[in-house]
């Protein structure tokens, strides 16, 4: 059965600072994996994905993720947090062939202090 | 380009009452269809999905249910509310040929 588990619901960094946001996956087939954004009382924006290829992927807004099959990781991280990165941030994982059937982990909420 | 639009945004109903939320996607055919609920603090569970009209999967028993009536609408309901049914309620769609799911803006369901 697949799982995600993101480490730590709550993050809280200073601006200009590194921003680290952690997921491990479980999935006995090889995953499609997610990062996806929510602002509050919206719905979710795709940030990032990794299907197959580069493990390491770019998305938007700087964010970028590496898949790590040997870890079963799938980290978020953007170099430099900007106020407007505070939100919640959902790692998800599907099984191939159907990317709508999502595993979500549980949110991990940053903060963003000035 | 293709939208997803849902409504109501929020919504208050008392216990027992029924529910009917709707979602409608544009620009795109035969789209995979998905209700998903977002419980006060805690992570996204995917409650339905469906690839056709007429075709209807449950992924967790519950008090809901949904019903896809034509290729772009999805609607969920249920006869009567329960205090557990309060949460964030999303839908969304994706393609054969794409590697992720869009999502609509959420309804805010409160169930008092």
């Known amino acids: 059965a697949q799982s995600v588990t993101q480490l730590g619901s709550h993050v809280s960094v200073s601006e200009g600072a590194l921003v680290l946001l952690r997921c491990n996956y479980s999935?006995?087939?090889?995953?499609?994996l997610f990062w996806y954004v929510q602002y509050p009382n919206q719905g979710l924006q795709l940030l990032l994905k990794?299907?197959?290829?580069?493990?390491l992927v770019k998305g938007i807004n700087g964010f970028e993720a590496e898949f790590k099959k040997s870890e079963t990781s799938f980290h978020l991280t953007k170099p430099s947090a900007h106020m407007s990165d505070a939100a919640e941030y959902f790692c998800?994982?599907?099984?191939?062939?159907?990317?709508?059937?999502?595993?979500f982990g549980q949110g991990t909420t940053l903060q963003v202090k000035p | 380009s293709q939208t997803i639009h849902q409504w109501p945004a929020t919504l208050v109903q008392p216990v027992g009452s029924p529910l009917s939320l709707e979602c409608t996607v544009e620009?795109?055919?035969?789209?995979?269809l998905y209700w998903y609920r977002q419980a006060a603090g805690r992570g996204l569970q995917l409650l339905f999905y469906?690839?056709?009209?007429?075709?209807i999967s449950s992924e967790v028993p519950q008090n809901l249910s949904a019903s896809r009536p034509q290729d772009r609408q999805f609607i969920l309901s249920s006869k009567k509310l329960l205090l557990s049914d309060s949460g964030f309620y999303l839908c969304?769609?994706?393609?054969?040929?794409?590697?992720?799911?869009?999502f609509g803006q959420g309804t805010r369901l409160t169930v008092v």
């Open positions: 990794y299907t197959t290829g580069a493990t």
């Open positions: 998800a994982v599907s099984l191939s062939g159907n990317t709508g059937k999502l595993i």
């Open positions: 969304a769609w994706s393609g054969d040929l794409n590697t992720e799911a869009f």
């Open positions: 999935s006995s087939v090889p995953p499609y």
């Open positions: 469906s690839v056709g009209i007429g075709q």
């Open positions: 620009g795109t055919s035969n789209p995979n």
